[in-house]
């Protein structure tokens, strides 16, 4: 009996990884939005980001039928408690990124995402009793030194990485409590409508003090602004129904696609400059890539039901 998934069965998975590629691809090609939305600086933007991105999941939620889920949500103490959490955790990674954007310190961000793994397994080791395996241990080592080495080029530690990492693996681990109880776009309504008070607040003190640039740069600075909101949700969604359709390891892979992007777009269309120590560090960090994807496809392979068990 042939072990080749069915036919249905291939076009779902042949869907989860485009739905996963286009995911990573917008979040890689994410730098040029809020590049383009100077001079609006970094927790400007994410206020509006914020009221955007709730505006269009209340869209989504009216054609899903998904306030009801979000009510449930909202009305459970401890599952309102851990999204709390979340969406302190991602507002610090997006003011990071987009602050990362605005200073022309992409390729340094690019390196938190990097580390973003690395970081979700230690945080694993210590939150989750996970226990690590030998390629695991040498890709977290491989990490640590590529961070020291980046550190004596930049020569001072690489804050913006680090928080940009620790911020989301954070996230992660918060986001694993919560589990399959709720749904990307409910939880994404809820962060969202969390961080809209003070992203509200924050955005009337500005323009009480004739200090936003919501108006005043045209037509275009208007609609990029307004477009955070999408951007920031469809990746999500498309991310989430990959995540229920591909193998882990698939989506462990195709994570590096965004840093990747992010590096390619710092040193050539943004124009950072990469000395030789940078290189070195990233070099080191792309073995360490390398290692994971090793680790996780060998895992993969050694979990794969056989035959029988498919039958």
């Not at 994410?46 to 889920?69: D, K, M, P, Q």
């Not at 275009?220 to 951007?231: C, K, M, R, Y």
């Not at 073995?287 to 392979?301: F, K, N, Q, Y």
Request: hydrophobic content about 55%; some cysteine.
């Amino acid at each position: 009996m042939s072990t080749n998934p069915a036919p249905d069965e291939s076009a779902i998975r042949r869907a989860g990884l485009i739905n996963g590629f286009s995911a990573y691809l917008l979040w890689g090609v994410m730098p040029l939005l809020f590049a383009a939305a100077a001079p609006t600086g970094a927790l400007e933007l994410v206020s509006h980001r914020v009221i955007w991105s709730l505006g269009f999941c209340a869209i989504l939620l009216v054609f899903t039928g998904g306030f009801i889920r979000t009510w449930r949500v909202l009305r459970s103490p401890r599952l309102f408690g851990l999204l709390l959490l979340a969406s302190v955790l991602i507002a610090i990674n997006w003011t990071t990124f987009i602050y990362g954007v605005e200073t022309n310190q992409l390729v340094e961000i690019s390196l938190g995402y990097y580390l973003n793994p690395l970081i979700s397994i230690g945080l694993g080791v210590i939150f989750l009793g996970e226990k690590l395996r030998p390629l695991q241990w040498t890709a977290v080592g491989f990490g640590l030194l590529a961070v020291i080495i980046v550190g004596i080029g930049l020569g001072r530690v690489p804050y913006l990485a680090f928080t940009v990492a620790l911020s989301f693996g954070l996230y992660g681990l918060v986001k694993n409590k919560v589990g399959s109880r709720v749904g990307a776009l409910e939880g994404m309504a809820v962060e969202s409508l969390v961080l809209s008070v003070p992203s509200a607040i924050y955005l009337f003190v500005l323009g009480s003090m004739g200090l936003q640039t919501f108006t005043g740069f045209g037509g275009w600075h208007v609609f990029v602004i307004i477009i955070t909101g999408p951007a920031t949700a469809i990746p999500l969604i498309l991310f989430s129904a990959a995540a229920r359709r591909i193998p882990l390891s698939w989506v462990g892979m195709l994570q590096y696609l965004t840093p990747t992007i992010q590096f390619i777009l710092g040193v050539t269309v943004l124009g950072e400059m990469m000395s030789t120590t940078r290189w070195i560090g990233f070099f080191i960090i792309w073995i360490a890539v390398v290692l994971l994807c090793t680790d996780l496809v060998r895992t993969s392979r050694r979990r794969r039901p056989g035959p029988t068990a498919q039958a």
